[in-house]
């Protein structure tokens, strides 16, 4: 059976378990336990287990792309498409998801009792986000995209300044033809081989750690708020379905030249590994694997924009960010000016690029944005019953988006002729 199949029906056992579980044996003391010490620590051995592999695969996989350009003009040539592609189908998403908002008005009518309500209920886990530092945005992104010191991005989570530095040394790689250069070279190549088997291994059992991880969702989400904010939820949605299947499918068949249907059939793998792990730089490895197999991408072109793509092209997370804030705003009464949301529109672009793509990485810049329109921070806690399953969704639009960004500015480059790409 394809692992992709095996995946299906581990996801599908786990959400209808979890689900079961939730109806019949809500609070009970053996469902508790059951999820503190069986499903819980499953799945976040799962997820432990790639992560642990991203650190060093990101570095070897963006180096080693960079460096098989063989030629620094081919690196700002695709850069640029990169980063043009990215500011351009963000932009759409952020767009797509606002103009869904003022049709449809999720946060409109809402009792104000119910409202007082539901806001008592999440106050303590809201001021536990909105205590989370922010991350940086316009300026001092560009500056903290810059570590002081890699190795401490690298423990961090920075992955924005750990890729800068993995892309510097593949710029140095291009511009240094030594012996000793190239032998660093195939070093690098042998840790991006060792990586990837590694990862075909956790890869492996992904059907357990992905039941695990939706049968701990769906057996402890709290059926009252997913209710109460269904409206939120089905505009998110809305927009990013459409997104995912019209907007993508244009770009692939104008920009891409390749079948919008041939796409996703290759890249479902992809999409079912971040629907489940809920980040995109736990999906990683299972992208490069799909664009160089599956899709058939040059090898050198798909590491460099996947890498890139993971922290800094998350077209679902931007949409996601504009969709919150204009809720709450809706939820509060407050109306907010067309400046207001064109100023909206910008920094969840930018909070796109900057993001981490790791569970629940956009909720500190959706914090920060509602701070500066006078939305209430507490309303966050609303969203926190659904978040995790929203994550879930845009998640697989932001692997998905990357992806298609990875055919797009595939187009027209040719496969590395080095023999130390592969």
């Keep these: 059976m394809p692992l992709h199949t095996r995946v299906l029906i581990g996801a599908l056992t786990g959400a209808a378990a979890g689900a079961l579980a939730f109806a019949f044996f809500r609070d009970s003391p053996g469902l508790d336990a059951f999820i503190k010490y069986v499903a819980q620590p499953l799945g976040q ?18 180096a080693l792309g960079v460096a098989g350009l063989n030629d620094v003009r081919a690196l700002g040539r695709i850069g640029i498409r990169t980063l043009l592609y990215t500011i351009v189908v963000s932009t759409i998403a952020v767009l797509l998801g606002i103009a869904l908002v003022n049709i449809i008005g999720p946060g409109r009518g809402i009792d104000p009792e119910l409202r007082t309500r539901l806001l008592a ?10 205590a989370a530092k922010p991350n940086a945005t316009g300026v001092n992104l560009f500056v903290q995209i810059i570590p002081d010191n890699p190795l401490k991005a690298a423990a961090n989570g920075d992955m924005l300044g750990w890729m800068f530095f993995s892309l510097m040394i593949g710029v140095g790689l291009c511009l240094t033809r030594t012996p000793m250069a190239q032998k660093f070279q195939d070093a690098l190549e042998g840790l991006y ?32 708020i997913l209710a109460q904010l269904g409206r939120y939820v089905f505009v998110v949605v809305l927009a990013l379905a459409i997104h995912q299947f019209v907007v993508y499918s244009i770009m692939l068949a104008t920009l891409g030249r390749m079948s919008p ?26 992208a490069l694997k799909v664009a160089e197999e599956n899709l058939k991408l040059p090898s050198q072109v798909s590491r460099f924009v996947l890498t890139i793509g993971s922290t800094a092209n998350q077209n679902g997370t931007a949409l996601f960010e504009g969709v919150t804030v204009l809720f709450l705003a809706q939820f509060y009464d407050i109306p907010l000016t ?27 810049v ?3 944005i509602l701070g500066m329109v006078g939305v209430p921070l507490e309303g966050l806690g609303l969203i926190l019953g659904v978040d995790r399953f929203l994550d879930m969704c845009r998640t697989t639009l932001n692997v998905t988006g990357d992806l298609v960004a990875a055919v797009v500015v595939s187009r027209g480059e040719k496969p590395a002729t080095s023999p130390h790409v592969t």
């Design 45 to 62: 051995i799962f997820l432990r287990l790639l992560f642990m592999l991203v650190v060093p695969l990101l570095f070897s996989a963006l």
């Design 366 to 368: 959706v914090a920060m």
């Design 193 to 224: 081989d060792v990586s990837m088997k590694l990862i075909d291994i956790v890869i492996r059992f992904s059907p357990i750690g992905v039941a695990a991880l939706l049968f701990t969702l769906t057996s402890t989400l709290g059926y009252q």
């Design 261 to 286: 249907w041939k796409f996703f059939k290759g890249v479902e793998e992809a999409m079912l590994v971040a629907f489940s792990t809920a980040s995109s730089n736990a999906t990683l490895p299972t």
């Design 338 to 364: 067309f400046a207001q949301q064109i100023m909206v529109v910008s920094i969840c672009v930018l909070g796109g690029i900057g993001t981490a793509g790791v569970p629940a990485g956009s909720i500190p």
């Design 121 to 130: 209920e999440t106050a303590e886990r809201a001021s536990a986000i909105t």
